[in-house]
């Protein structure tokens, strides 16, 4: 039975959450806090090369790394714009089996849906009302979303950077993986952590991010923005399910320029660049190899020596995700098993910082 449906009384809590605090009760927190990551994904279908190669595959890695790994599917997150129901929906149980079939296992890590949990909303109220208003108006995402909307940005899109920190924090978590374009986000959830402690005493982890080594993967007809879902050229971007013929034609059509050599030189040869970095990271070669081996290649041919690599990277993630959507009901148990072992970790941390704050 999960924990906080056993939990009615105040001393029985107390008991629990002694047994459950383990190295965390600690009065020092950045010292003896248990090693955590923790990081999260919008369900907007499946993943494409850029979520794959910028966050994915180092989750992969991360959770055979470490001891107390979480990842979210942060449907929260992803009605800060408007959502159909039914594609929502379907949109998580697409990124679930997206997320197995690239790797994720809920044997070494804890996938779940966020919206599960309901301490994440709880806190993310308390830290709300712990940060100013210009503080969250000076975010960069804030200012290029609402331009982008002519300035009819949403209360919740402005807000979901506490949400964000309230999903991180709720765990201890010590580590948070992140792409370069979340960096001034990750720094307010530090300074969030930093808050709180100040003023209500030693208590959650101040969490460091995590930048992977592919840190943006550019948009294939844009190398001056990162590769989108929302991109409104769908040639733009490559989804992992993409077929064979549809991943040729996307890089036939890649924006490079008119020098037929292939090097890598991201200032000057943006689109050649990209194609390098994504060559290099689909086959595990250093930037400098891959340049060395397409010597002698113009970067027509290149473009489609890197389609090969890539439908050669997904065709197994490919296989496995079709076979995974094929069993909604499995799909459905790995959110309700991942949901209820975050629940427990959740439950009596969001306790503790109600106890801080003053309520009964």
Known sequence: MALYSIRKARGCWRFTRALHKGAEAAPAPQKDAVKRVFSGIQPT?????????????????LQDAH????????????????????????????????LLACGINPEKSILFQQSQVSEHTQLSWILTCMVRLPRLQHLHQWKAKTAKQKHDGTVGLLTYPVLQAADVLLYKSTH??????????????????????KKYGAFFPVPQ??????????????????????????????????SPDEIVRKFRKAVTDFTSEVTYD??????????????SAVTGLPVEEVVRQSAGVDTARYKLV????????????????????????HLQKVLQAGSAKAKELAYPVCQEVKELVGFL
């Open 45 to 61: 279908g499946i993943p494409h090369l850029g979520n794959y190669l910028g966050a994915i595959e180092s989750w992969v890695r």
């Open 67 to 98: 001891g107390s790994v979480l990842y979210s599917i942060v449907d929260l997150h992803s009605v800060t714009v408007p959502q159909d129901p039914a594609v929502l929906r379907q949109s998580i149980l697409d990124m679930t089996a997206a």
């Open 306 to 329: 890197v389609a090969d690599a890539v439908i050669e990277k997904f065709a197994p993630i490919k296989s496995e995700i079709e076979r995974l959507k094929m069993d909604e009901g």
């Open 176 to 197: 948070v993986p992140v792409g370069e374009d979340q960096v001034q986000h990750m720094e307010l959830v530090q300074d969030l952590a930093r808050g709180f402690n």
């Open 209 to 242: 991010a995590v930048l992977t080594s592919m840190r943006k993967v550019k948009s294939l007809r844009d190398p001056s923005a990162k590769m989108s879902k929302s991109d409104p050229d769908k040639l733009a971007t490559v989804r992992i399910t993409d």
């Open 266 to 279: 991201p200032a000057r040869r943006g689109g050649v660049s990209n194609m390098v970095a994504i060559h």
